[in-house]
């Protein structure tokens, strides 16, 4: 099993910063792909960004390439989500998931293990 909790939300303008953090426990995590996903109201859960077990790949939305960052701290087991040039279609609650098999980064289904979620708003 692995457990994960996600913090790091909160309220920021339009054009701030963010940093989301994962942190996990129980099974070693460096065996597990990483992804973040988020869900607004009225909305379909939907893919945010991935990093694979080594940290050497990652996949990100169309939405927010260029402006969000994945990466992983294998050696503390934590997963980061670095958010730049917040805008206000990025308001939703983030998850974080974990995979120890995922052929399909973007799939939901391909992922095992959530979080409960951290809000993030952006008042524009």
């Known amino acids: 099993q692995v457990q994960l909790v996600e913090s790091g939300g909160g309220l920021v303008q339009a054009g701030g910063s963010l940093r989301l953090s994962c942190a996990a426990s129980?099974?070693?995590?460096?065996?597990?792909?990483m992804g973040w996903f988020r869900q607004s109201a009225g909305k379909e859960r939907e893919f945010v960004a991935a990093i694979s077990k080594s940290g050497d790949m990652r996949l990100y939305a169309d939405s927010v390439k260029g402006r969000f960052t994945i990466s992983r701290d294998n050696g503390l087991i934590t997963g980061y989500l670095q958010m730049n040039s917040l805008k206000a279609e990025d308001t939703a609650l983030y998850y974080c998931a974990a995979s120890s098999a995922v052929r399909n980064w973007e799939d939901i289904s391909d992922y095992g293990y959530w979080g409960q979620g951290t809000q993030v708003t952006v008042s524009s």
């Open positions: 129980g099974r070693n995590l460096r065996s597990y792909a």
